[in-house]
């Protein structure tokens, strides 16, 4: 089993993708990855929601993912989000992000398909037997519209490449209730910086946050790197968590004003108003100046 390859994975940021006049800004990627470096993050996810994967191209998302493993250099872990609702295309995915030199692979539960308990087994079970890079599952029913709950972990558990779950909004009742075995079983991560704190109290390992892309060493601070202490978010941090939260377009508006650079997205999302994000943008900054 590949689990103590993402056994040092707790503080992880999903990377936002930046655009200038149409666009992949490599230049502001490249600044935004350095501050993930200087904070010490343990890994970056790239190509999942967050980094608008569906709004880019094929030769786009490779060439994303490719300036995040050149400037990685083993300072930080590459996380290749490669799931679709299609068994063949996730696979054929998974393994360019490995030949790409991807570290490990965050898969999502097949969405909008909606397929039965069985089907969404084989799917992980195709994707383990295809790459040899250690795979955690995406599973937030509230963007697949599908909870399959506790028994498609027991039924994952099989699966060697399946080394962590990564629990979306919303789950944080779903992990406590979950038993002791399918704990140990898997490595627990969260997408839901709202109860980070309470779900690492009860044995999650880490996040897989958003708002590391503006304070990322608030995120690290959660968290010390080398470290079992569990920290409270810092206000700033617990700020933009419940303020932001996985708005794409808000989270680029208040990046563009901490850091500079682009605040483009591309449709179907549309920019939001940055005015309406002053008071934010003020607290985040005083956070900034006292990390």
Same mark, same amino acid.
Not at 38 to 64: F, K, N, Q, T
Not at 65 to 85: D, E, K, P
Not at 246 to 271: M, T, W
């Given at each position: 089993?590949?689990?103590?390859?993402?056994? #040092?994975?707790?503080?992880?940021?999903?990377?936002?993708?930046?655009?200038?006049?149409?666009?992949?800004?490599?230049?502001?990627?490249?600044?935004?990855?350095?501050?993930?470096?200087?904070?010490?993050?343990?890994?970056?996810?790239?190509?999942?929601?967050?980094?608008?994967?569906?709004?880019?191209?094929?030769?786009?998302?490779?060439?994303?993912?490719?300036?995040?493993?050149?400037?990685?250099?083993?300072?930080?872990?590459?996380?290749?989000?490669?799931?679709?609702?299609?068994?063949?295309?996730?696979?054929?995915?998974?393994?360019?992000?490995?030949?790409?030199?991807?570290?490990?692979?965050?898969?999502?539960?097949?969405?909008?398909?909606?397929?039965?308990?069985?089907?969404?087994?084989?799917?992980?079970?195709?994707?383990?037997?295809?790459?040899?890079?250690?795979?955690?599952?995406?599973?937030?029913? #509230?963007?697949?519209?599908?909870?399959?709950?506790?028994?498609?972990?027991?039924?994952?558990?099989?699966?060697?490449?399946?080394?962590?779950?990564?629990? #979306?909004?919303?789950?944080?009742?779903?992990?406590?209730?979950?038993?002791?075995?399918?704990?140990?079983?898997?490595?627990?991560?969260?997408?839901?910086?709202?109860?980070?704190?309470?779900?690492?109290?009860?044995?999650?390992?880490?996040?897989?946050?958003?708002?590391?892309?503006?304070?990322?060493?608030?995120?690290?601070?959660?968290?010390?790197?080398?470290?079992?202490?569990?920290?409270?978010?810092?206000?700033?941090?617990?700020?933009?968590?419940?303020?932001?939260?996985?708005?794409?377009?808000?989270?680029?508006?208040?990046?563009?004003?901490?850091?500079?650079?682009?605040?483009?997205?591309?449709?179907?999302?549309?920019?939001?108003?940055?005015?309406?994000?002053?008071?934010?943008?003020?607290?985040?900054?005083?956070?900034?100046?006292?990390?």
């Amino acid at each position: 089993m590949t689990t103590a390859r993402i056994s #040092g994975l707790r503080a992880c940021t999903a990377m936002l993708t930046p655009f200038s006049a149409g666009n992949v800004a490599f230049h502001a990627l490249a600044a935004a990855l350095e501050r993930q470096i200087v904070a010490g993050i343990d890994g970056v996810v790239i190509g999942d929601v967050l980094s608008e994967d569906y709004a880019l191209s094929a030769e786009e998302r490779e060439a994303v993912l490719s300036a995040c493993v050149a400037q990685a250099r083993r300072r930080f872990a590459v996380i290749a989000a490669t799931g679709t609702n299609s068994t063949k295309t996730t696979v054929e995915r998974c393994l360019r992000a490995e030949a790409l030199g991807a570290d490990v692979l965050l898969v999502t539960v097949p969405y909008y398909s909606k397929p039965g308990l069985k089907g969404v087994v084989d799917h992980f079970r195709q994707i383990g037997a295809a790459t040899g890079l250690p795979v955690i599952v995406d599973d937030d029913p #509230g963007r697949t519209a599908v909870d399959y709950g506790v028994p498609l972990l027991e039924a994952l558990a099989g699966v060697d490449a399946i080394c962590g779950i990564c629990h #979306g909004a919303g789950r944080l009742q779903h992990f406590a209730l979950l038993s002791a075995h399918l704990r140990q079983r898997y490595i627990h991560f969260s997408r839901d910086e709202a109860t980070v704190h309470p779900f690492l109290q009860l044995g999650g390992k880490g996040v897989l946050s958003s708002s590391g892309n503006l304070l990322p060493a608030d995120l690290r601070a959660i968290i010390p790197k080398g470290s079992a202490e569990i920290r409270l978010p810092s206000a700033g941090f617990a700020l933009a968590a419940s303020r932001l939260g996985q708005d794409v377009a808000a989270l680029k508006a208040v990046a563009s004003a901490l850091y500079g650079g682009p605040h483009e997205v591309r449709l179907p999302l549309v920019p939001c108003d940055g005015a309406s994000l002053a008071a934010v943008v003020a607290a985040l900054s005083a956070s900034r100046q006292r990390s």
